[in-house]
């Protein structure tokens, strides 16, 4: 029945590429797909193949697969992935031998893929079980993981629907790493003894970021020397709410970065600021060669006037909250919060909307007072306001949120030793 539902999930998905852009991408990604791995990795052996689900989970991994490559430079590492927007943009990463996209789980795909690439280890992240590949690793006597598991008392493992990520848990896995120890409790609770509570790699993800030697001279000369309120990985409502701040800090700077960059959300936050708002890619020529210094020069000073810049480029973000002093961080309004990491670990106090509850970290810092809910403009007045007019208090939730990251790193170290035995 499992299969049968994915071979009917492959054909409804080749209809809609007809007229859909992105699935158009997710079909014809996999044509000869078996056949160009085959190709790639052909006379190759000891190949550790890591798999995530798109741009989140791979950002879960990297630091994994990383530290496999600066501890094992030899070994080979394949990595797939699922959706399109994750591959598109990490189909060329440097870091690993191979990038491919994910064949879809039939019975016919995992047995011709396990058989081609011959994996001694397999490695998956977060939520990413797909059965057929699990049976046929389980059947080869492939050492698999699954890393970064979060569940909880309500967790879908638990339903009457969850037998077979419980049977999975149990008897596939050589170790189930996860972040918690609520986690462990939950999983032992249904029988699952490989257990072991490795924390969260993303913390050196963002660590190692934020360490970096990193300008960037657009957000730098339209800032002119002020920290920046951000929004980052924004919807719709995230938006609004940040743009109804605009008129009463009129000599503040917004930094806007959407989760989606359609036409519509990005002209409305351009709107909503007439005359005082920038698009990114709209000064990018400003700084190329070839440009008159006079030229370059009125159209910077123009950029330093605008209250609102709009960030309209994607894999900036984690790097661009560097420049703020407060961050918005997208997803509350859609019950998928987006990393909160990427801000605290600059020192600096975050907002989300009320459905934040999948974020652990975003309620750990709710609990050590350096993060707030917001669900109207009321909130998010007195969210912002509380820190624009007090700057010990700023002070104070920077250094939660600073303290917070750096106390929870380590976990790439303890994943990697346990992969690699």
Known sequence: MYTLLICIASLVLRVIALWNDKIRLFVDGRKNLLSRIETAVKGHDDIIWFHVASMGEFEEAR??????????????ILLTIFSPSGYSHRKNWKTVDWVFYLPLDTWFNARKFIRIVRPSKAVFTIGEFWFNYLGQLKRHHVDTYIMSLLASKDSPYLKWYGWPYRRALRSVYKCVMVKNHETKDVLEGFGCRNVEVTGDARFDRVMKIAAEDWHDKIVETWADGKKVAIAGSTGSKDDELFISLLKDYPEDKFMFVPHELDEGPVRHILDSA??????????????????????????????????????NKIGMLSRLYRYGWCALIGGGFENL?????????YGIPVAMGP?????????????????????????I??????????????EQAGRITEEYCRDNAGATGRITDIILG
């Open 63 to 76: 630091p994994v697969m990383e530290e496999v490559r600066r501890r094992y430079p030899q070994k080979k």
């Open 274 to 311: 007439p005359g005082k708002s920038i698009l990114y890619t709209d000064v990018e020529y400003v700084f190329s060669s070839g440009i008159p210094d006079n030229a370059r020069s009125g159209v910077m000073e123009t950029m330093k006037q605008a209250q609102v810049l709009v960030v």
């Open 337 to 345: 919060p987006h990393s909160v990491m990427e801000a605290a670990v």
């Open 355 to 379: 459905q934040y509850h999948k974020n652990k970290q975003f309620v750990d810092l709710m609990r050590l007072g350096a993060a707030d809910s917001v669900s109207n403009e009321k909130d």
């Open 381 to 394: 007045h007195d969210w912002f306001g509380k820190y624009h007019g007090d700057a010990a208090l700023l």
